[in-house]
């Protein structure tokens, strides 16, 4: 069988994705179209040998809908050749629309594709596309469905995951991403700019150089109200019933910003890169999903993980650095712990805490910022997870070439 | 088809309005039943295609407008889902036409509105009703497990907004006539019966061709559509809040919220069927037919009498003696003066029976403030209720209930002290939870006048009375006890003679289970939230801190078999522990497996003396051991003859101490669970966890003879009291 290479990644700074965010006037259209139109210029990329657009996206209405991978493939100038389709696993749609790019490299299907994601959730608010399943009693009833948040306290309930723990590792996101910033090690990142082509943001928004400790600590549980109104608290005691309560310690703080942006990776096979003159940064070794139960939701990415570790024939420790998605801080602790990861090894330089999560992009970010810093380091394999809605988690293998 | 004359007749005036007028001949009240929904349909027919006719009245004879649905018809079970189905759409087709007709109908509503009755009303499209805050218009289906089939599952949404709607649906909140109107169930209201056809006719006249809302494309649903913001948190808040309720356990609730969710995306003719298709899914569920045989007719029966010995003369009661006014005491004394007695209250200090009577006073005080009770007759209960310490104060009582602390050489003091000054036909009763009724009538010298009548606490909420018949209570003790349990409106159970009767029985097994759990490393969170997600109304830790785990000790240990029994000898060595040495003694104590004080919560020692591990736990058998536990001994109970029929065992689980009504009670429980299924689950977990879990042979047989539960032959008292 064919192998598949990731030829490059690029993705854009991130915006906040409310009102106030830098990125509100830039259409996720945009978004996607100039970091096609970056790849193109960056590599001087002869467009006629890209086949497809594979983007994911999770709310797939308004801006998004009528599939905004098309959109943007019809607007970034690649040619009418260029095909475009959107995908949605959620949280894990960058990273499955590499995955399902890699899978037609390999299976001989294709040569040369785009695959990425985009997210714009300033324009496009979380949840707008409804769906049946939190909103169809038919569906949520039996499914014991909560929201994400509830699912996350859960987690650190059942697992024993204090205030104080979640506080510290959000702390740190924030840190390591100061760093990072301040050293310009963001080196695949692009400015998104406006139609005259003046940049709009050299930066990713949400980052705080001042977060403390304490500053965290005194920030209000945010899913505490809607686990007692709405229920949820109840309905997560009635699937997990050894636990008296849930405790509340996910907040705005220590939880994944919600922004704006996209990214992109360019994956074909040996003999495309080739035609083009381009040098793999990396090959797809594996990939993987599983399902977990709907309710804790986002425990998924250890059993993706060791599927994709079985896979290719690896354990944890064989594996250099990891990029475990900050969709609550609980998330990759509980990974890290699950898997004996060495802190060392996890989002050297931040994560969604303190960047962001353009829900459709993230996991394509994940896969840039990977390969840039293995590269840094000198470093030969890497693990991408995610933990998705609905309960799945998805987890790549990559390896430097 | 044709009009039956009997349910409803028409009459057309010369200004060409038409009155459908109801009033069921054979019935007490009108009901929407299948031969009323063909009458109204042929007659509505009629008089849409009669060019003369310019509106219609509709109206009712009777003094409610309609009491909904005929759930009699239930009894037989549908067993032909499509056939069901294929009516439902027929009778939505039918009423769709009379809606869309283009003329004019309008209900005037004069009395209870409820279930098919306001969907009769809903139907029309202007409703009118009376200004009498008597009057009831709701949805009261969900309570015996269904919910409107006739289109107002979805209409109440379309009028009331989502939110409300999901709540009159789901809630089967009754509205008085100024809160419907408020609410936009009902359209106006008028203040007297003459005003409603002078209203009616004015609005036909100003309303030549009406349109209903939800056909109405300009109509738009107050508070925003399912598809809006508003609508999708409404929804999603909603099954949150509708998991903390029922956790999934009624079929009814989830159905008919999903009737609003899929039928407010999509043209109304096509919602009615998914409505239709839903109502046929609950309709045939189990739950339904478990709760209206319970719940509904069960219960009714028993407050019309049902278990009353025949052709025993009426046992009339003007006098009561309740001697005891502690906290039963006290409560028996209240109900009963509130039904009308004369109620001579006594205990052994002036204080104390004044305390009982300040009980009342409370109670009063507090409805007189809510507008509950008028502050006349709140008066005149009070005036009716007298402490006195004198035994001789009993002189005269048609019957006396002893409500003394619960010691035998006590009672039996007291039964003779009253017995010396009460009429020798009268009644003696006593509200015993615990001592054989037998035992307590050696102290009587009428042990046929001698009868047991088992309140539950809080004696003004609780709605079930537990009758006792002791070796020697004649029916005429039978019949007079059922009579004064339905004079204060209760709902009377009559069991046999037995330690712990039926209820206490069956409830100590609740407690027991959960104490064993607690003790083979179940951690407390997970014995109570299992057994509250299967319905139970509380955990069995927290509900024996309400009773005290010393009352438990107390009542063990007068219990002479305590040694014999290896379950009450492990229970009892327990509990022992837990208050000896650790000082847990109950909520009252504020302390018990609970603390108390601040925010209730779980003793954390609990988890130190009982180690669990919650990996190797299976909660499908923690829950199966909660309810099957208490299903065993009501079967036991039914075997040995303590319970006189099935349906009084049903009750007194759902009554009397909580078991989920969506079962049908302890006893259908089993037929719930499936008889083959139950015992072979009793018999691993006697395997298991020893020989509580032993099923009768009868059941066996029962069960492989393909019987249900309710086919059991019940012993009679004879065989199960032989002398």
Redesign the interface.
Known sequence: MAEAYIYDAVRTTRGRGNKKGALIGITPTQLATQCLQELRAKHDLNTDLVEDVILGCVSQVMDQGANIAKTAAQQSGYGDHLCGVTLNRFCGSGLEAINQASAYVKSGFSQLLIAGGVESMSRVKM?SD?GAM?????V???G????QGISADLIATKYGYSRADVDEFAYHSQMKAVAAEKDNRFTSRLDVKDVNGITVLDRDENVRENTTVESLGGLQPSFAIMGE????D??A??RY????GINHVHHAGNSSAIVDGAAIALIGSKEAGEALGLKPRAIVKGAAVYGTDPTIMLTGPTPASEKVLKQVGMSASDIDLYEINEAFAVVPMLMRDNMNIPMEKINFNGGAIAMGHPLGATGCILMGTLIDELERQDKQTGLVTLCIGGGMGIATVIERV | MAIDKNILTVETGSDGIAIITIDNKNESTNLFSFDFISSYIEAANELVNNPAVKGVIVQSAKSMFMAGADLKQLEKPITDKEEFLNNSLQMHKSFREIEKAGKPFVACIDGHALGGGLELAMICHHRISTNNPKTKIGFPEIKVGLFPGGGGTLKAPYLMGIQNGLMAVLQGTNHTPAKALKANLINEVVETTEDLIPAAKKWIAENPKPVQPWDNKKYKIPGGGLMSPAGAQVMMGGIGNLRKLTHGNYPAATNAMTVIYKGLQVPFDRALEIEARYFTDTITSKEAKNMIRTGFMGIGAAKKGIARPKGVEPYPIKKLGVLGAGMMGAGIAYVSAYAGMEVVLKDVTIEGAQKGKDYSTGIVNKRVERKKMEQDFGDALLARIHPTTDPAAMDGCDMVIEAVFENLDLKATVTKETEAVLGADKIYASNTSTIPITMLAKASDRPENFIGIHFFSPVDKMPLVEIIVGEKTNDRAIAAAIDYVMAIRKIPIVVNDSRGFYTSRCFGTFTSEGLFLLDEGVPAAMIENVAKTKGMPVGPLAVSDEVSLTLGLHVMESNPDLEKSPEMSRNYKITKMLVEEHGRKGKKAGAGFYEYGGKKKLWPKLAEIFKSDVETLDKEIVAKRILHRQALEAFRCLDEGVLHSVVDGDIGSVTGWGFPIYTGGALSYIDFVGGAAFIADCDEFKEKFGPRWDVPQSLRDLVAAGKSIHDFEVKSKAEAMPA
Do not use: K
């Open positions: 949840g409804g939190l909103m169809d009693p038919s949520a009833m039996p014991h469905a909560i929201p109104m709405g229920g949820f109840a309905v005691i009635d019933p050894e636990l008296e």
